[in-house]
Each structure stands twice: as C-alpha cells, then as structure tokens.
C-alpha cells in the first residue's frame, strides 16, 4: 500500500479524494485543519491542490510552492492550474520529483456530467510512471494514461480553458445576429450541432447571462493572454467584458486617467457634481481610485 497526501481540501481536492479514495490517502488543508490527517511521515506522491489565484496579471503559485516546503512528499503531482514553465522552474530551484497533471475537475453542471477516462502527465518519464503505477488501482485498463513534456501538460489545460471560453462567445455573437435578424437562437443551435463535427457541450446561452463568469475561465484565459501577450485571447476578454456591460479596457484607463487629474487639480480630492440636477455625486476620489485598483486586481488587468 503506498501512502498518498491530497494537499488543499478545495474543489479539485475533494473531488481528487473521492476519485482516488481506493488508495485511502491523508488529506491536509492549511486553512481547513478541520479536515486533516496527515500523518508524520515522508508520502509517496503528495497531488497538490492549492489555489492559484490571479497577482498582477498571472497565476500565483506562491501557495504551490509553500506545499513543497510545508509537506515531505516523494513525488509532488501539481493539480492547481500553474503558468507554463512551472515545473522546469521548480525543478531547478528545489531539485525535487515535481510533476504536472491538468485538472479537469469543475464546479458547474458544465464540467461534472463528462466522463474523464484519461490522466495526463508532464514530467520526468520515471516520475510520471512511479504515479502511473499507483493511479492504476483506482481505475480499470479502459482508463488512459499520456506522458508528456511538462510544458505540454501545463499549457494544454489553458488552451481546454480559452477554448471553452472563446466558444461561449462565439455562440454569443451568433446570438446577437439571431435577435437582429428575429431568428430564434435555440433553434440556431440545435441545428448547429445536427453537424457531427460540433461538440454540444458550453453552445447555450442564457439570456440574462450572455457571457462566460466561472472562478476557472475567469482567471486562467487573462493569464496565458498575458504570459504571451495573445491578441486573438485578448480579444476575446475583451469581447466577454463588453457583454457583462463592463468597461472596456481603452474607456477604464481613460476614466481612470480622468480621476487621477481631477484628484490633483481639486485639493479637496472630492468629485462633486451637486449641480447636476439628475443626480448628485460627492465621492472621495481616494476612495475610488482604491477601489479601481482592487477591481484590476480582481480582473487582473
Ligand atoms: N475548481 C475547479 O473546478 C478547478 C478545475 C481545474 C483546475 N483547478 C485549479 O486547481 C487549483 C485548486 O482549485 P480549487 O477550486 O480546488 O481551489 P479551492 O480554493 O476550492 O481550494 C484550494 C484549497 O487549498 C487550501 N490551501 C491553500 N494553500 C495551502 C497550503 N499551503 N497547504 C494546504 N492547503 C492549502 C485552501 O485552504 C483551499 O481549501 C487551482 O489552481 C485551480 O485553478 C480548479
């Protein structure tokens, strides 16, 4: 019997345990000791499911690294979503059996009615293989099991992500051309995917949402725009935040430079438009623009 560890009892966590639950293994969560059952000893494999948040643009995988140092594991099989590079960068900087698998784990009706017979590893062929070896008793011989560059498995989750994300959109945008025209776009739809070559899955669109909002898509599709500067991804976010209602990026950096000016030419540092008769705002310019900052950061722009 080999000793695992799930590292972060969150969505992917608690799914990974019920997944692998065969194998029994310890759980730790620095956040929920609650749940804890690590045990004082070296783990064979540790699957590290932490968060990785958006910072300045990028996923954060200072939460990653922590679990390197916080937990003494063998093999350390990374389950959060990093940006490409991760695992040769920790490689070289910890000189420890770091491998990556992609999750596809989600928290929507969206993600969890599919069936995912496959495990993709990126790593060291000897490493992806001690794990391979021990994910075996979880499943049968239908399940399959691909080994790859580490980069290779890191960048194909954002590309499954940016995918679903650019298709949400697309379906929006022919949406759009249903209600111009009067058509009706469920209608669309289902004829749509008569054609064997469409996959049903993320072609809905709900009225009163027309575009993609999920903790994944949300985080993952602006960090590898970012890390490689991708005009096509770019667009695509920006297409999703017009159709929140949300500002555009050109309009937010206007408006933004606009409050900056009127903070350093009115001492007071008020905005105050008591004479406008429709509506009167007096708002602390400092207050908002430190508001602004944190919504960026939230957005990662
Ligand atoms: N949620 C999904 O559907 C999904 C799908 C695929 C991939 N992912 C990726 O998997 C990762 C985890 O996602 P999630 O939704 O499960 O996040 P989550 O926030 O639900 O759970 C993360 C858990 O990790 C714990 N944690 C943080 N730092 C820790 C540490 N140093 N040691 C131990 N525990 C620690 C937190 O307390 C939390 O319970 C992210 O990188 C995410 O992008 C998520």
């Given at each position: 019997?080999?000793?695992?560890?799930?590292?972060?009892?969150?969505?992917?966590?608690?799914?990974?345990?019920?997944?692998?639950?065969?194998?029994?293994?310890?759980?730790?969560?620095?956040?929920?000791?609650?749940?804890?059952?690590?045990?004082?000893?070296?783990?064979?494999?540790?699957?590290?499911?932490?968060?990785?948040?958006?910072?300045?643009?990028?996923?954060?995988?200072?939460?990653?690294?922590?679990?390197?140092?916080?937990?003494?594991?063998?093999?350390?099989?990374?389950?959060?979503?990093?940006?490409?590079?991760?695992?040769e960068?920790?490689i070289?900087?910890?000189?420890?059996?770091?491998?990556?698998?992609?999750?596809?784990?989600?928290?929507?009706?969206?993600?969890?009615?599919?069936?995912?017979?496959?495990?993709?590893?990126?790593?060291?062929?000897?490493?992806?293989?001690?794990?391979?070896?021990?994910?075996?008793?979880?499943y049968?011989?239908?399940?399959?099991?691909?080994?790859?560059?580490?980069?290779?498995?890191?960048?194909?989750?954002?590309?499954?992500?940016?995918?679903?994300?650019?298709?949400?959109?697309?379906?929006?945008?022919?949406?759009?051309?249903?209600?111009?025209?009067?058509?009706?776009?469920?209608?669309?739809?289902e004829?749509?995917?008569?054609?064997?070559?469409?996959?049903k899955?993320?072609?809905?669109?709900?009225?009163?949402?027309?575009?993609?909002?999920?903790?994944?898509?949300?985080?993952?599709?602006?960090?590898?725009?970012n890390?490689?500067?991708?005009?096509?991804?770019?667009?695509?976010?920006?297409?999703n935040?017009?159709?929140?209602?949300?500002?555009?990026?050109?309009?937010?950096?206007?408006?933004?430079?606009?409050?900056e000016?009127?903070?350093?030419?009115?001492?007071?540092?008020?905005?105050?438009?008591?004479?406008?008769?429709?509506?009167?705002?007096?708002?602390?310019?400092?207050?908002?623009?430190?508001?602004?900052?944190?919504?960026?950061?939230?957005?990662?722009?």
């Amino acid at each position: 019997m080999h000793n695992i560890l799930i590292i972060g009892f969150g969505i992917v966590g608690q799914n990974l345990y019920n997944e692998i639950k065969d194998l029994e293994p310890d759980v730790v969560d620095k956040y929920k000791p609650l749940v804890n059952t690590i045990k004082n000893i070296k783990y064979d494999v540790g699957f590290i499911c932490v968060d990785t948040p958006m910072n300045n643009g990028i996923l954060d995988i200072s939460e990653v690294e922590n679990c390197l140092n916080e937990y003494d594991c063998d093999i350390y099989c990374i389950k959060s979503t990093c940006p490409v590079g991760t695992v040769e960068k920790l490689i070289n900087k910890t000189n420890k059996r770091i491998i990556f698998s992609p999750e596809y784990y989600g928290n929507t009706k969206h993600c969890n009615n599919y069936e995912f017979n496959f495990t993709i590893l990126g790593g060291d062929k000897k490493d992806c293989d001690d794990v391979i070896q021990i994910l075996m008793h979880c499943y049968d011989a239908r399940h399959l099991f691909r080994i790859v560059e580490p980069k290779l498995a890191e960048l194909v989750k954002f590309m499954e992500n940016s995918f679903l994300a650019t298709k949400v959109s697309f379906c929006q945008s022919f949406y759009e051309i249903c209600e111009k025209e009067k058509l009706n776009y469920s209608e669309l739809r289902e004829l749509f995917i008569l054609d064997p070559r469409v996959n049903k899955s993320h072609t809905f669109v709900y009225e009163e949402t027309p575009y993609w909002n999920s903790h994944c898509l949300n985080k993952d599709v602006p960090s590898i725009a970012n890390q490689y500067n991708n005009l096509f991804l770019q667009n695509v976010i920006k297409f999703n935040n017009e159709q929140k209602g949300m500002i555009s990026i050109d309009k937010w950096t206007e408006l933004r430079e606009w409050i900056e000016k009127y903070y350093k030419d009115h001492s007071a540092g008020w905005i105050d438009d008591t004479e406008n008769d429709r509506y009167c705002v007096a708002i602390s310019c400092e207050d908002l623009l430190e508001k602004m900052k944190k919504l960026e950061e939230k957005l990662g722009k």
